[in-house]
């Protein structure tokens, strides 16, 4: 079966980092994504990772391990807007799949 | 280069009634999916359509059904409404199908269902 678990909640204070992790049991895997969505708003693309490692785009980054089946998203310096609901999708044999989410909450 | 456009942007239904919701993907994007998001199972996989022809199909009942028009337009029509249908309706779109490719969402049509 397909099963992606992310951590529901999360809080972090301001100008701190955060990881966000994912861990995922899917038919097959080709690749995996992070989308951030703000309340209220569309999913908008973060990252993709194909290749174990660590992907860093600016104040996020993406970590990878496929033997592990395991993600994670890195927020540096945290701003208030970085307050979203952060999705970790796979793909895999199947369409993408998603988790749920994991709200994060920056506090002043 | 405008964003994924989705109409209605909110719907209110009664049980039993069916409902047809839109998609107009960015130009040049021939790719559409839809996806349904509610609090309980997050986002989950409708369908995909390409060139007009639907490419996947999600883990949802045939009441849910869809459809891509040549211009790559695309829209959902979910017949004899249930309760549980109430969810926000989002539509991506993308340039091409198959993997890696980055999806660019819609801002979505909030269905309730009374």
């Known amino acids: 079966g397909q099963n992606i678990d992310q951590p529901t909640e999360m809080t972090a204070t301001e100008g701190a980092i955060v990881q966000i992790n994912c861990t995922y049991q899917t038919s097959g895997f080709n690749g995996l994504f992070w989308y951030q969505q703000h309340a209220g708003e569309a999913p908008t693309f973060l990252s993709y990772n194909v290749l174990d490692g660590l992907e860093e785009k600016g104040r996020f980054s993406s970590f990878l391990s496929r033997s592990k089946g395991y993600s994670y998203l890195l927020l540096k310096e945290l701003q208030m807007k970085d307050s979203a609901s952060y999705l970790c999708?796979?793909?895999?044999?199947?369409?993408?799949?998603f988790g749920k989410g994991t709200r994060l909450s920056v506090i002043a | 280069k405008a964003g994924v456009t989705q109409t209605p942007r909110y719907l209110i239904k009664t049980r039993g009634q069916q409902v047809t919701l839109s998609c107009s993907p960015i130009?040049?994007?021939?790719?559409v999916s839809w996806y349904q998001q509610t609090p309980g199972q997050g986002l989950q996989f409708l369908f995909e359509y390409f060139s007009e022809t639907q490419r996947n199909k999600g883990n949802f009942p045939g009441r849910f059904s869809g459809r891509q028009f040549s211009n790559s337009r695309s829209e959902m029509n979910v017949s004899t409404l249930e309760l549980g249908d109430s969810a926000l309706y989002l539509c991506a779109s993308s340039p091409r199908t198959g993997g890696g490719v980055e999806q660019y969402f819609g801002p979505g049509t909030r269905l309730t269902v009374t």
């Open positions: 130009s040049g994007h021939r790719s």
């Open positions: 999708a796979v793909e895999g044999n199947t369409p993408l799949v």
